[in-house]
């Protein structure tokens, strides 16, 4: 395990090959419950070799940081899922038992423990988390009446009626950040909880994140008013999401705000490979480069990223900040990848690289 000058562990990337051993979990599975899965549709049996997959990532990233936060949050959330879905009360369980039973012959001693300890934390939570999710759309929110219109025009499908309500609110004079922060940031984040707890479609779920890039869009103009209203500070970001991350409205979020307080953006968006954020880190003398990452397996590709900007001589002083979900579940992870600072939203990462790049 690699640590640094404070004895604190850092990150270290493992090499798995995933499908191999989401295949044994799967197997293994068979022989413990063979009454369970001989009435399997060969649909249930493609998912659950899948979510073994998912295991196999997310127990992967908790051992490379030492931490069983990403492996338990996935646990967690796929719980509340199958809950939702009215699967048995032990259908994560026995999966994790199977789980269990691989590892212990895969993993070297000492992993292996450690990754037994984390299943057994797994355990002790699935026992005691309730399966029920707040909305994200609180009562404290200032425009929260607005917000729950709006989702329910996406959820209905009426595109235009959820534009009418955002164009309105600008009619009224509602700055676009306040719409960012109060509508756009809380109706995603309850998109994806009302996915999770089966209240919506996949579906419906793709139509109301591609309205509202569309929407988000059409409200260029006026950030553009609000960007002229800054004075320009002359500096430069570059914001992408790391390859084959597909979650990007956060980034765009960051880019638009880093805009409208005086920065010049470019905004490349999801699944762009390393190379390609480098190069025009270095043609636009990037001094801030912002990145995004959704999903926890994703880490090793954040700090992929990372080491090849502080690899290149012309970007390696560029002030590097990162958010996304694993970012948020771990405080400290931003600091193991090698990033210089981690916002929680968009209006937080201006605040903290205007900070660091102005000392």
């Known amino acids: 395990m690699i640590m640094n000058n404070d004895g604190n562990f850092l990150y270290r990337p493992l090499s798995w090959d995933v499908e191999a051993l989401a295949q044994k979990a799967y197997d293994r599975y068979g022989e413990l419950y063979p009454d369970v899965y001989r009435y399997y549709t060969d649909y249930q049996k493609a998912r659950t070799l899948e979510d073994f997959g998912y295991y196999v990532m997310y127990m992967r990233e908790s051992l490379a940081i030492d931490d069983p936060a990403i492996f338990l949050s996935f646990v967690n959330w796929t719980h509340v899922l199958l809950t939702s ?18 590892l212990r012959n895969e993993l070297s001693e000492e992993m292996n423990a450690k990754a037994g300890e984390y299943i057994e934390k797994a355990f002790d939570l699935l026992a005691t988390t309730p399966t029920h999710i707040p909305s994200f759309i609180r009562d404290d929110n200032p425009l929260a009446a607005s917000a729950r219109a709006y989702l329910s025009a996406l ?31 809380p109706v995603l984040r309850e998109t994806g909880r009302l996915w999770q707890t089966h ?19 059409l409200l260029y103009e006026q950030l553009m008013n609000e960007r002229r209203r800054q004075e320009r500070k002359g500096r430069s970001l570059v914001a992408t999401c790391v390859s084959d991350e597909l979650h990007e409205v956060g980034i765009r979020m960051v880019a638009d705000f880093f805009e409208m307080d005086g920065w010049d953006t470019a905004y490349i968006g999801a699944n762009t490979p390393t190379n390609s954020v480098v190069t025009m880190a270095k043609e636009r003398q990037a001094d801030a480069i912002a990145i995004s990452s959704t999903m926890s397996f994703h880490v090793p590709r954040v700090y992929d990223l990372i080491q090849a900007i502080r690899a290149d001589p012309v ?44 000392t």
């Not at 209240?199 to 869009?217: C, D, F, R």
């Open 85 to 102: 879905l009215h699967l048995p009360e032990d259908c994560m369980a026995t999966g994790l038992v199977a789980f269990r039973d691989v």
């Open 155 to 185: 959820l209905a499908t009426d595109r235009e009626g959820a534009r009418v309500i955002i164009i309105d609110l600008v009619q009224k004079g509602v700055p676009i950040r306040d719409l960012y922060l109060n509508i756009f940031q």
């Open 199 to 217: 209240q919506a479609s996949v579906a419906q779920e793709h139509y109301i994140t591609g309205a509202t890039q569309l929407i988000i869009a």
């Open 315 to 358: 970007t390696a002083g560029a002030c590097v900040v990162i958010g996304g979900y694993p970012f948020n579940i771990v405080p400290d992870l931003w600091k193991r990848v090698g990033a210089d600072c981690c916002a929680h939203s968009a209006d937080e990462a201006v605040k903290v690289v205007n900070h660091l790049v102005a």
